[in-house]
C-alpha cells in the first residue's frame, strides 16, 4: 500500500511561515503535489510538481508558497511564508493526481490574525 508521511503543519500567526513535508513510500510517483481544505469549502490544488513541466500554483498562493521535490528522499515540500487566515485548513499530500492519486492523511495549518 502506498504511504504518504505529511508533517510540519501547526499555528502561526499571520505573515509568519511554516514548511511542510512529505515522505512517499516509492519513488514511482511523476507528479506530487499538495491539496487543501477549510472547514465549508471544497478540496482545491495549492501546489503540484512533476519531473518536466516545472511547478503549478493555485493563484491565491503565487509569490508565498514554493513547492519542491527530492527525488534522492522521495519528499515533496511546501515553503509557504506570508501565511494569511485564509491559508487556514488541513493540508493533503498527493501523488498521482486527485483522481487516481494516493493522500496523505492531512495535516492541520492555522493562521491566526
Known amino acids: 500500500q502506498v504511504q504518504l508521511v505529511e508533517s510540519g503543519g501547526g499555528l502561526v500567526q499571520a505573515g509568519g511561515s511554516l514548511r511542510l513535508s512529505c515522505a512517499a513510500s516509492?519513488?514511482?510517483?511523476?507528479?506530487m503535489g499538495w491539496y487543501r481544505q477549510a472547514p465549508g469549502k471544497q478540496r482545491e490544488l495549492v501546489a503540484a510538481i512533476a519531473v518536466i513541466g516545472g511547478p503549478k500554483y493555485a493563484d491565491s498562493v503565487k509569490g508565498r508558497f514554493t513547492i519542491s521535490r527530492d527525488n534522492a528522499k522521495n519528499a515533496v515540500y511546501l515553503q509557504m511564508n506570508s501565511l494569511q487566515p485564509e491559508d487556514t485548513a488541513v493540508y493533503y499530500c498527493?501523488?498521482?493526481?486527485?483522481?487516481?492519486?494516493?493522500w496523505g492523511q492531512g495535516t492541520q495549518v492555522t493562521v491566526t490574525s
Open positions: 516509492t519513488r514511482r510517483f511523476t507528479v
Open positions: 498527493n501523488v498521482n493526481g486527485e483522481k487516481t492519486g494516493y
